[in-house]
C-alpha cells in the first residue's frame, strides 16, 4: 500500500468527518440550548438534499442559486416544523420522553412525504465541482465535490463558531442554554431563540445533505444512516458542545475510512460504533463533555 | 419609587404571603429582613412576576406593573440580582456582563457601562475573559451586581448578596452599594440575613415573619430596639 494511498483515503475520511460534523454540529446545538435530541434531523438532510435536486435537477436553476435555494427551502421547512410542532411542546416547559416520539413521529412523516411525492428512484445530482485536484507532483488527488465539502463545511463552521461565541444572538443562544429563566429576566426572548436554533440546526443538516447529494444518490431514507452517524459524533465529543460534535466527526470518519482501507467495507461501521463504545467507557461526557452547554 | 400594596402570593394552593405592603423611596436603601421561609424572596418573586402576587397592587414610579413581564423589568430601569446569582457558568465575564444590557443596542452606551462596572469592581476587569463558573463566591456576587448595573438601573433588588462570602468580601460589596447610592443614586432593596450588617448600611428596613411584615421602621431605630435585636441580631 502506498503512501499516495493512504493520504488520499485519510483525506476521504476528512471529508465524510467534516459531512458528520455539519450534522452532528446541528445535533449538539439543538441538545445544548433545548435539551432535545432531534430524531427527524437526518430527514432534514435528506430534505435538504431534495430541495437542491428539486432546483437543479428539476427546475434547471444553476448551481450556485439552486443550492441557495435549497439551503432556504429547507430552513423555510425548519421555521414551519419548529413553530407548528416543536414550540406548543417547550410551552409545557419539562418535556421528559415527547420530543423523542415527536421527533421520530416527524422523521416518519418526512420520509413517506418523500416517498409519496418525489419516488421511490434515487436520483441524482451533477457534481457542482466537476474537476480532479492534484496535489504533490499527482500524489494526492481529490475530486472538486469532495474539496467542495471540506471547503464549504469549513466555511460554515467557522460562521456557526462566530456566531454563537461572537454576537449578541450567540450570547442569547448560550444565555438561554445555561439559564433560560434568567435569561428571560434580562429581556431574552427565549421563544424566538429557540426557533433560531433550530432553524440554524435544522439548516447544518440541510447544507450537509446538499452537499453530499452529488456523491450519494438522492433518496428518501437517505437521512437514516447519517443521522445515527451524526448522534455518535456527538456523543464522542461530548453532546451539548459544537466543537466536540465537529471533532468527533473528524475522528469518526477518518476511522471509518482507514478501517476500509485496511479492514473491509463492511467493517467501517464496526469501527465507529467501537470507538464510540469505548469512549462511553473511558469518559462518558465525551471529550469536550462538560454541563451540556453550548 | 416602589409601592407595593397587600399583595398575596400562593405556591400552588398554599398562601406564602399575607397582605404584604412595602415601600421603596428614591435613593434609599430598604432592607427585607426575616428567617428562613419568611417569605422575602417570594415577595421579591412577586414584585418581579416572577410569581405573580393572587391580589393586591404593584406601582413602580406610579405605574402598575403587576401585569407586566419579568423580561419588560430591564427596560423599566429594574435590575434583579437573584440569590444564588444566576450567572452564565460557562460563559466568559464580560459576556455575562453583555448580557446585563441585552436590551441595549447602543454599542458605545454599553462599553462606557461595562467600564464604569469595571471601575467598580476591578476584580472583573482583571477576569473578564475567564468563565463566570470558575470565579470565586465573591467574584461571581461582583459579577452578578456588575451584571444588573449594566443598564443603569434605578432600582436594583437584590436576594442574599452576602450569602455564603467572607465578611472581607461583605464588606467590600456593601461599600460598592453604599457608593452606588451615594453617588449614582440607585435605590435599593436588599434581602439579608445578615441583619446587622444590613440595618448598617440601610435607610429603612422590614422584618417579615410567616409571609407578613411585622416590624418596619427606620434602620438606625431597629438596630437598636430591643425586639429585633433579641430576634435577628442575636445581642
Known amino acids: ?294 | 419609587m416602589l409601592k407595593v400594596k397587600s399583595i398575596n402570593a400562593f405556591y400552588g394552593d398554599i398562601q406564602i404571603l399575607h397582605n404584604v405592603s412595602l415601600e421603596v423611596g428614591k435613593g434609599e436603601i430598604v432592607t427585607l429582613l426575616g428567617s428562613n421561609g419568611a417569605g422575602k424572596t417570594t415577595t421579591i418573586k412577586a414584585i418581579c412576576n416572577l410569581n405573580p402576587a393572587k391580589s393586591g397592587e404593584i406601582l413602580f414610579l406610579d405605574k402598575h406593573i403587576e401585569k407586566t413581564p419579568s423580561y419588560k423589568f430591564p427596560h423599566l430601569g429594574i435590575s434583579l440580582v437573584p440569590e444564588g446569582r444566576h450567572l452564565f457558568p460557562d460563559m466568559s465575564v464580560k459576556d455575562n456582563l453583555l448580557m446585563g444590557a441585552y436590551g441595549q443596542n447602543d454599542k458605545s452606551a454599553i462599553n462606557s457601562a461595562l467600564e464604569e462596572v469595571y471601575d467598580i469592581f476591578p476584580r472583573l476587569k482583571e477576569r473578564s475573559s475567564q468563565q463566570a463558573g470558575t470565579l470565586s463566591g465573591g467574584e461571581q456576587q461582583m459579577c452578578a451586581i456588575g451584571r444588573g448595573l449594566m443598564i443603569h438601573p434605578m432600582l436594583m433588588i437584590l436576594d442574599e448578596p452576602s450569602l455564603g462570602l467572607a465578611p472581607v468580601i461583605v464588606d467590600k460589596i456593601f461599600d460598592a452599594l453604599k457608593l452606588l447610592q451615594t453617588r449614582d443614586n440607585v435605590t435599593f432593596l436588599l434581602i439579608e440575613q445578615n441583619a446587622q450588617l444590613a440595618l448598617e448600611c440601610s435607610n429603612r428596613a422590614y422584618v417579615m415573619e410567616n409571609g407578613s411584615i411585622v416590624i418596619e421602621g427606620k434602620a438606625e431605630e431597629m438596630l437598636s430596639s430591643k425586639e429585633v435585636q433579641k430576634a435577628y441580631l442575636g445581642l
Open chain 1, 1 to 294: 500500500m502506498s503512501v499516495s494511498y493512504l493520504t488520499n483515503q485519510i483525506l476521504n475520511g476528512i471529508v465524510l468527518g467534516f459531512s458528520y460534523a455539519l450534522v452532528g454540529a446541528g445535533l449538539s446545538l439543538l441538545w445544548g440550548t433545548l435539551k432535545m435530541i432531534n430524531l427527524a434531523h437526518g430527514d432534514l438532510y435528506m430534505m435538504g438534499a431534495y430541495f437542491a435536486w428539486l432546483a437543479i435537477r428539476v427546475g434547471k436553476i444553476p448551481i450556485i442559486p439552486g443550492i441557495i435555494i435549497g439551503v432556504i427551502c429547507a430552513a423555510a421547512l425548519c421555521l414551519f416544523i419548529q413553530i407548528s410542532t416543536v414550540r406548543p411542546l417547550v410551552r409545557q416547559g419539562d418535556f421528559g420522553m415527547s420530543p423523542y416520539i415527536l421527533t421520530m413521529g416527524l422523521s416518519i412523516l418526512l420520509q413517506n412525504t418523500a416517498l409519496l411525492v418525489y419516488g421511490e428512484r434515487y436520483q441524482n445530482i451533477p457534481y457542482y465541482l466537476d474537476k480532479v485536484y492534484k496535489f504533490f507532483n499527482g500524489s494526492v488527488t481529490i475530486s472538486g465535490q469532495r474539496l467542495l465539502i471540506i471547503v464549504v463545511s469549513l466555511v460554515v463552521i467557522l460562521f456557526l463558531m462566530i456566531i454563537i461565541k461572537r454576537t449578541k444572538l450567540g450570547r442569547a443562544i448560550r444565555a438561554t442554554a445555561q439559564d433560560r429563566e434568567f435569561a428571560s429576566m434580562l429581556g431574552v426572548n427565549t421563544k424566538s431563540v429557540y426557533t433560531v436554533t433550530y432553524v440554524i440546526s435544522g439548516s447544518l443538516a440541510a447544507i450537509a445533505g446538499i452537499m453530499l447529494a452529488p456523491i450519494y444518490s438522492v433518496n428518501p431514507w437517505m437521512g437514516t444512516a447519517v443521522q445515527t452517524k451524526g448522534l455518535a459524533c456527538c456523543v464522542l465529543g461530548g453532546l451539548g458542545s459544537v466543537e466536540g460534535a465537529i471533532v468527533g466527526g473528524l475522528i469518526i470518519g477518518i476511522a471509518e475510512s482507514l478501517s476500509v482501507t485496511f479492514l473491509s467495507k463492511e467493517w467501517k461501521d464496526v469501527v465507529a460504533y467501537l470507538i464510540l463504545i469505548v469512549m462511553l467507557w473511558v469518559k462518558p461526557s465525551g471529550i469536550f463533555g462538560k454541563r451540556g452547554a453550548v
